[in-house]
């Protein structure tokens, strides 16, 4: 099985340098599916100036908190690499998220952040977000 050397790479980065994005950011992911919640926020905690580090910590506030749970579908989409579901979904949530809205913000760019600059999907999805906020 792959998974353990790979979650024990990643384990060896973050403990030399807890801060690096690009080892963080997948080790949490790991942990966070796993259902170690905690042991995932303590580590993007590490990353400041993350988007996708910053998206990860919004989507777990957004799943322990009882509103979150129509939100459900769109995290079951992003899990399964459906990110324009899931993008759809989180940005169709956002007139009626009352207090979740910025959580739902920092969810949706996390997204596009790992999505690129140069994706149509992060581009359409940047103007489709504004406009929903603004």
Request: proline letters at 5%; zero cysteines; charged letters at 30%.
């Amino acid at each position: 099985d792959a998974l353990p050397i790979y979650e024990e790479s990643l384990r060896r980065a973050v403990e030399l340098e807890p801060a690096r994005a690009d080892a963080a950011v997948p080790l949490a992911r790991i942990l966070h599916a796993r259902g170690d919640v905690d042991g995932a926020l303590a580590i993007v905690r590490e990353v400041p100036g993350s988007f996708a580090a910053d998206g990860l910590a919004a989507r777990i506030s957004l799943e322990q908190n009882p509103s979150g749970e129509a939100l459900q579908a769109a995290f079951a989409a992003l899990d399964a690499g459906d990110s324009e579901r899931g993008l759809d979904l989180l940005i169709g949530a956002l007139p009626a998220a009352d207090g979740a809205k910025d959580d739902i913000r920092r969810v949706v760019i996390g997204v596009l952040d790992e999505l690129g600059v140069d994706s149509p999907l992060a581009r359409e999805s940047r103007r489709r977000l504004a406009s929903a906020l603004y």
